[in-house]
Nanobody, 125 residues
């Protein structure tokens, strides 16, 4: 049974940095691509970033490119999202996701089939 548990959200001021984490269990973590998505109030869920199973490929939404960094620690079964230069429009619930199949690149958003419960990130102006 796949479990994804996010942590690290909070309230920060614009321009600040924040790191959110996702602890995964239930499958061999190192063989699955991981991703982050977010959903703001009244808006659809949107892709934020993804990392391939090997860590060699990273993909970012244009809105966060150059500000956010996704990484993974296979020894700790954890995927991280370092968020820098935060803006009020980054306010959302951030969800961790895992690819349904092993050895994926993380480039196909529809392949993410497992989701965490989310962590709230609020950026004040």
């Amino acid at each position: 049974q796949v479990q994804l548990v996010e942590s690290g959200g909070g309230l920060v001021q614009a321009g600040s940095s924040l790191r959110v984490s996702c602890a995964a269990s239930g499958r061999t973590f190192s063989t699955y691509a991981m991703g982050w998505f977010r959903q703001a109030p009244g808006k659809d869920s949107e892709f934020v970033a993804a990392i391939s199973w090997s860590g060699a490929t990273k993909n970012y939404a244009d809105s966060v490119k150059g500000r956010f960094i996704i990484s993974r620690d296979n020894a700790k079964n954890t995927v991280l999202l370092q968020m820098n230069s935060l803006k009020p429009e980054d306010t959302a619930v951030y969800y961790c996701a895992q690819d349904s199949s092993p050895y994926g690149s993380g480039l196909k958003i529809d392949d993410f089939g497992y989701w965490g419960q989310g962590t709230q990130v609020t950026v004040s102006s």
